[in-house]
C-alpha cells in the first residue's frame, strides 16, 4: 500500500519538477561505445569524449587521494606528538615513583657502622 503511494506521489512531482521545455533525459558524462558509430569523425569524437572522460575521472581521483594522503600524514604528525608527550609523562611519574621507594629503602636500613679503632693500635702511637 506504502509502496502505492509513494510510485504515484513520485509519478505526479517528477514532471512537475523539471524545467519548461527542457527534455527530462540528459546526455551523462562517461564510456560510450563507439564501434556503432559509422563514421570515422563521429566515430574519433567519441573516442575523444572516452579520453577526456577518463583524463577527468583520473585527475579529480588523484587529487581525492592526495587530499587523503595529506590528511592521514598530518593525523601521524599530530598522533606522534600526542605519543611523545604521553612518554614523557608516563616518565615523569616512574621517575616520581621511583624516589618515594628509594627515600624509603634508605630510612629503613640502619646507618653504616662507624670503623672501631682497636685500642693496641691507639695505645701504639
Same mark, same amino acid.
Given at each position: 500500500m506504502?509502496v502505492r503511494?509513494?510510485?504515484?506521489a /513520485? #509519478?505526479?512531482?517528477?514532471p512537475s519538477l523539471?524545467?519548461?521545455g527542457? $527534455?527530462?533525459? *540528459?546526455d551523462v558524462?562517461?564510456?560510450?561505445?563507439?564501434?556503432v558509430?559509422?563514421?570515422?569523425?563521429?566515430?574519433t569524437?567519441?573516442?575523444q569524449?572516452n579520453?577526456d572522460?577518463l583524463?577527468?575521472?583520473?585527475t579529480r581521483?588523484?587529487a581525492d587521494h592526495?587530499?587523503k594522503?595529506? /590528511? #592521514?600524514?598530518?593525523?601521524?604528525?599530530s598522533l606522534?606528538?600526542a605519543? $611523545?608527550?604521553? *612518554?614523557?609523562i608516563v616518565?615523569?611519574?616512574?621517575?616520581?615513583?621511583?624516589?618515594?621507594?628509594e627515600?624509603q629503602?634508605?630510612k629503613?636500613?640502619?646507618?653504616p657502622?662507624?670503623?672501631e679503632?682497636s685500642?693496641t693500635k691507639e695505645?701504639?702511637?
Amino acid at each position: 500500500m506504502i509502496v502505492r503511494i509513494a510510485l504515484i506521489a /513520485s #509519478a505526479v512531482l517528477i514532471p512537475s519538477l523539471l524545467p519548461a521545455g527542457r $527534455a527530462a533525459a *540528459q546526455d551523462v558524462p562517461g564510456i560510450e561505445i563507439c564501434t556503432v558509430e559509422k563514421t570515422m569523425e563521429r566515430r574519433t569524437s567519441c573516442l575523444q569524449s572516452n579520453v577526456d572522460f577518463l583524463h577527468k575521472t583520473i585527475t579529480r581521483l588523484s587529487a581525492d587521494h592526495q587530499q587523503k594522503l595529506d /590528511s #592521514a600524514y598530518r593525523q601521524i604528525d599530530s598522533l606522534k606528538i600526542a605519543v $611523545a608527550s604521553l *612518554q614523557k609523562i608516563v616518565d615523569d611519574l616512574q621517575t616520581t615513583k621511583k624516589k618515594p621507594a628509594e627515600d624509603q629503602a634508605k630510612k629503613a636500613e640502619p646507618p653504616p657502622p662507624a670503623k672501631e679503632t682497636s685500642p693496641t693500635k691507639e695505645n701504639a702511637k
